[in-house]
């Protein structure tokens, strides 16, 4: 089993930013490629940011060059600084995570963190 705990959320002011943090802990041999999703109220789950294993990073047109996302490959922890918030930025954040089980390393599956509230005020 493998468990993603996110932190960082919370409320702050237009223009203003916050950095989240998810650490991923249990049955880990490797993790792959790593994610920032958001859902807002009435929306789809969106992906935000994606960064590989080796540190290639792709983004939402609506956050680039405002977010940035990072990893600490030996701390299992993906990282996303958020500059520049909007109120449409509004919305519960999710951490996912590509695990390679220490238990059966061939094979891959996704695992989703809790979610964290960003609320962006005007």
């Known amino acids: 089993q493998v468990q993603l705990v996110e932190s960082g959320g919370g409320l702050v002011q237009t223009g203003g930013s916050l950095r989240l943090s998810c650490a991923a802990s249990g049955d880990i041999f490797k993790i792959n490629d790593m994610a920032w999703y958001r859902e807002a109220p009435g929306k789809q789950r969106e992906l935000v940011a994606g960064?590989?294993?080796?540190?290639?990073?792709n983004y939402a047109d609506s956050v680039k060059g405002r977010f940035t996302v990072s990893r600490d490959n030996a701390k299992n922890t993906v990282y996303l600084q958020m500059n520049s918030l909007k109120p449409e930025d509004t919305a519960v954040y999710y951490c996912?995570?590509?695990?390679?089980?220490?238990?059966?390393?061939?094979?891959?599956?996704?695992?989703w963190g809790q979610g964290t509230q960003v609320t962006v005020s005007s």
């Open positions: 960064i590989t294993s080796g540190g290639s990073a």
């Open positions: 996912n995570a590509h695990i390679v089980p220490g238990r059966y390393p061939t094979i891959q599956y996704a695992a």
